[in-house]
């Protein structure tokens, strides 16, 4: 396949809804009574079958002696609890989340339990994928319901040895409970006797209530923190093993170019260097584009070598994109309406041809990279009927497929082995690096093969978060209400059928659901600049111009901002009758007015100083955050304390949860005021010192609170993020009667000032 023609939208496209799938495609339906023959087979343990979507869940052969209820945890007769955490755990946490669901139904003393990492197998575990947002309600009743079914097995076996009824006994810290007899047994005492007993019926089981819970909301720290402090090989770019070679793999810094020359003798006369060859690739942007690989005896040679590579590119089908251009035709389309209606409802021209006071405005954002800690790497040794491959991903299920596929492989002959990743953001849903070390590994005589990308190569050759434009039109009545709102929303498209993966907008986006006169449309710009998923995508950009406009509008109804929010929301309600998964306009309420409250709204700062607020509802989340600022006579904004409110409904682990909310608050700020130059095609920053990531001297306070409501958990890692952007800008403006309408913040700030 070309790769100019190369699809990269419908590709992410297609890994999202394999992120979002419940259950996924690929799961091994087996019945009760075969579920059984396997838990005989071994010995005193149980394997356990329970429904789940229709779909039946098993697990491997237990050790003999241990109480193996399902795929997720085992109970040694020594009271020792091993608990298999499925998901890629790419810093937001979920290793020591999905163990701690589990946990909690199980009643289980957390001082008992174990953690490790689950293979991969979504035969056995379901979908094993992170992203969107989704791991925890994706896997929420799955989980519940993997660590309800071994309580209750427990339970029966302890009412069958002490001949009294199961409802008479309870539960807590590892131990079964008679509390009319005074009797107690560990989980590890009634290991043997729970193994032979029927599997539950799933529908019988009595999952707990907030009222009952013991670990959730709790501080807990990461599975692997003492690993990480002292140093241990988690991740993808520590890993070793026998008789690998160090790769770095060179490609067009234009996408879409090919390998024309290379002076490929000369590298092999280097040191260090074992081989150098052109790889074709398949022009799949996703998979292995053209370029020249370099297999070295270290990290360290191989990176030498690329320093000494000369390589002529064919550009004859390469990308000719410049941001430069893009703007100057985005600002020359503002003024029209978009070529294509996403949402309208009411009657947007005569609302605004009648509305008292309007507001006009053009706000935009470029490109920028995911710029993950640890740039990407993946060891893969092809064995020529098989492959075995370890990688820090999102989306191991998509590896399987993707290399099976690229190989000519049967699914079944490729292992992956998850490593922890040093940082994901959506950039580890796509697999490239993994695709190029197995196909590097197979052109090299199927030896195993370790490429690290250079930080260059991985600011080069990401799957970014597109740029961006919108152009606002909204109208106010007499009593300062909004009548009217329209936005002419100016994007990027691969293949001029829809929107690139990231820079689109959906009719459900906030807030149009909540206006009566609104009219979205959007008119798309052609690019070959590979995008993807970055940190709460799409919102993470529309909450800033959205946010930011709507304090616009209020400031010129001369209404607070925050009144003017609630307003805006009405009566409690959920937007989509019955689906939690939409935006509920009371919790909306909720976190706003907490925000505001924390922040003690409405005080009076010190001169230079403005306090601002946004709200957004994004991955299910609802979040409202305030930002505390000050603007010196330089116009240089620093910000003082940042005030987050979420509700996602019961918090898993509040030590996480605390991290993510501060984690997305740091990146947000990060990058508002980073920018990535696209001309020919190429990107112009190759290293931190010219896309200059926050530095710890420059975050703010981060104040975390949680509503936490009987409402399904949803997701918080992205949700957190997109209302911290327009929240500094709002308080900017507060501080200093000066708007933002464009990223990067403060260098934009900076030119007005000088202007």
């Not at 807030?511 to 919102?539: V, Y």
Request: net charge neutral; charged share 20%; proline share 6%.
């Amino acid at each position: 396949m070309n790769a100019v023609s190369f699809s990269a939208d419908a590709y992410f496209a297609e890994v999202m809804r394999e992120v979002e799938a419940i259950p996924t495609t690929r799961r091994t339906t087996l019945s009760r009574r075969s579920i059984l023959k396997i838990g005989v087979a071994g010995g005193a343990g149980l394997v356990l079958a329970f429904q789940l979507s229709g779909k039946a869940f098993a697990a491997s052969a237990p050790v003999k002696g241990e109480f193996a209820p399902n795929a997720f945890l085992r109970v040694a007769p020594s009271g020792r609890i091993l608990i298999y955490s499925k998901g890629p755990e790419i810093g937001q946490g979920i290793k020591t989340a999905f163990p701690l669901i589990i946990a909690e139904e199980l009643d289980a003393a957390w001082s008992d339990v174990d953690i490790e990492q689950a293979p991969i197998n979504p035969a056995v575990f379901g979908s094993q994928s992170a992203g969107g947002s989704r791991s925890i309600p994706n896997s929420w009743n799955q989980l519940r319901q993997a660590g309800a079914t071994a309580r209750a097995m427990l339970v029966s076996a302890a009412a069958r040895e002490w001949r009294v009824p199961a409802s008479e006994i309870t539960t807590q810290d590892s131990q079964v409970i008679h509390q009319a007899s005074g009797r107690k047994l560990g989980y590890g005492a009634l290991a043997v006797k729970a193994s032979a007993l029927p599997v539950p019926d799933g529908k019988t089981l009595k999952l707990k209530t907030r009222d009952q819970y013991r670990l959730f909301g709790k501080h807990f720290g990461g599975a692997d923190n003492a690993e990480i402090v002292t140093g241990k090989p988690l991740f993808g770019i520590d890993l070793k093993v026998p008789g690998m070679v160090y790769a770095t793999f060179t490609k067009c810094p234009a996408v879409g170019g090919k390998v024309a020359s290379a002076n490929l003798d000369y590298l092999k006369s280097l040191p260090g260097v074992k081989d150098a060859f052109v790889v074709e690739g398949t022009g799949v942007v996703s998979e292995v584009m053209p370029g020249v690989a370099i297999l070295a005896d270290s990290t360290w040679a191989s990176f030498r070598a690329k320093s000494a590579l000369q390589v002529k590119w064919d550009e004859t089908n390469a990308s000719k994109d410049s941001w430069s251009e893009s703007t100057k035709k985005a600002r020359e389309l503002a003024s029209k309406v978009g070529e294509q209606e996403i949402t309208k409802s009411g009657d947007f021209d005569a609302a605004y041809k009648g509305a008292v006071k309007k507001v006009e405005a053009f706000y935009s954002y470029p490109f920028v990279s995911h710029a993950t800690m640890e740039p990407q790497n993946c060891l893969a040794h092809f064995k020529g009927d098989s492959v075995e491959i370890w990688a820090g991903t999102q989306t191991p299920e998509r590896i399987i497929t993707v290399t099976a596929k690229m190989l000519g492989l049967p699914e079944n002959q490729v292992t992956v082995h998850q490593m922890r990743a040093g940082g994901g953001f959506g950039r580890r849903l796509v697999n490239d690096y993994a695709a190029e070390a197995a196909a590097i590994s197979k052109q090299a005589g199927g030896i195993p093969v370790k490429l690290t990308w250079t930080r260059e190569d991985d600011m080069m050759h990401d799957f970014y978060r597109p740029g961006g434009f919108h152009s606002f039109k909204a109208g106010v009545d007499a009593a300062g209400k909004l009548v009217a709102l329209s936005d002419h929303f100016i994007t990027f498209s691969s293949d001029g059928k829809g929107p690139v993966a990231g820079g689109n907008i959906p009719k459900e986006e906030f807030p149009f659901p909540l206006i009566e006169n609104g009219l979205l449309t959007q008119t798309m710009m052609p690019l070959k600049t590979p995008c993807g998923a970055w940190r709460a995508p799409r919102s993470s950009t529309c909450a800033f111009a959205f946010q930011s406009f709507l304090n616009e509008v209020a400031t010129a109804a001369g209404r607070d901002h925050v009144e003017f929010l609630l307003e805006l929301m009405g009566e409690p309600r959920w937007l989509v009758p019955d689906n939690q998964g939409s935006l509920n306009t009371g919790r909306a309420a909720g976190v706003i007015k907490l925000a505001a409250e924390k922040a003690g709204w409405g005080r009076t700062l010190p001169k230079g100083h403005g306090l601002g607020v946004a709200f957004y509802f994004s991955h299910a989340g609802h979040f409202a955050e305030t930002a505390e600022v000050s603007v010196d006579a330089q116009n240089k904004v620093t910000v003082h304390k940042v005030i987050v409110v979420g509700d996602i409904g019961p918090i898993i682990n509040m030590s996480s949860a605390e991290n993510q909310a501060q984690g997305a608050v740091i990146d947000g700020i990060s990058t508002m005021n980073l920018e990535l130059s696209i001309e020919k095609g190429r990107i112009g920053e190759g290293n931190f010192d010219e896309y200059p990531l926050m530095r710890i001297t420059g975050t703010p306070q981060v104040e975390t609170h949680f509503i936490q409501s009987d409402f399904t958990p949803t997701g918080l890692g992205e949700p957190a993020l997109p209302p911290v952007a327009p929240a500094v800008a709002n308080a900017v403006f507060a501080a200093t009667g000066q708007r933002i309408r464009s990223m990067p913040f403060f260098k934009n700030l900076a030119n007005q000032a000088q202007a």
